[in-house]
């Protein structure tokens, strides 16, 4: 029996598309490299192919370019650039359904604090950052979602997890647990099978 609902945070509850775009490219100049093209911000924001994009594309060791741009990404920059998608009013209902929520983001947590902040909700039990700088292995690892559950006391058949990225829905089964993928047309996502796929959250009401 599902008692819990877990979600990524960036892309999936709130959103920075203009925020994205200046912070990869503050990122790549600070490294010698210039944007190839825009959709190369999606791919890298969104998808687990970022990686082999910073790698193959721009010739940068991955771990260079992400330490450059936590560098360079400042809460009270972002701050403003934050959206909050229209459909998280169903965290509310979910809640009233006696849910418990919570999340797990790949952002480290001062970034993560900064978005929670913006969604302006106070209904989740957790909030685990699955970070290198908290001390995580980055999604696909389930490490974050088991972190998240032990908060919880909750076990792996009790949660299900909503994100938007291959990598939600591989940390999801990586960690027993029903995967459930959030497609915001952000990127190609024809490739990512899924147990659900869902186009807003107000699809989740007609699961549970």
Not at 45 to 68: A, H, L
Not at 136 to 149: A, D, F, H, N, Y
């Amino acid at each position: 029996m599902v008692r819990a609902v877990l979600f990524d945070l960036d892309g999936t509850l709130v959103d920075t598309p203009r925020y994205n775009a200046f912070i990869v490219q503050k990122a790549l100049v600070s490294l010698g490299k210039s944007l190839r093209c825009p959709h190369d911000v999606d791919l890298i924001c969104y998808t687990n192919e970022r990686d082999s994009i910073v790698k193959s594309v721009y010739n940068i060791e991955p771990q260079d370019f992400w330490d450059r741009l936590n560098e360079l990404d400042l809460p009270e920059v972002r701050r403003p650039f934050v959206e909050v998608y229209r459909d998280t009013v169903v965290l509310k209902e979910l809640r009233s359904r006696n849910y418990v929520l919570g999340i797990v983001t790949g952002s480290p947590k001062h970034i993560a604090d900064v978005s929670v902040d913006v969604l302006g909700v106070n209904f989740f039990g957790a909030i685990v950052s699955a970070n290198p700088n908290n001390g995580l292995s980055r999604k696909p690892s389930p490490e974050g979602l088991m972190v998240c559950m032990y908060h919880l006391g909750l076990q792996p058949s009790q949660c299900v997890y909503v994100g938007n990225g291959g990598e939600d829905v591989e940390a999801a089964r990586n960690a027993g647990m029903l995967d459930i993928f959030l497609d915001r047309k952000q990127y190609d996502a024809s490739k990512i099978v899924a147990t659900h796929k869902i186009s807003s959250l107000f699809e989740l009401l007609d699961i549970f």
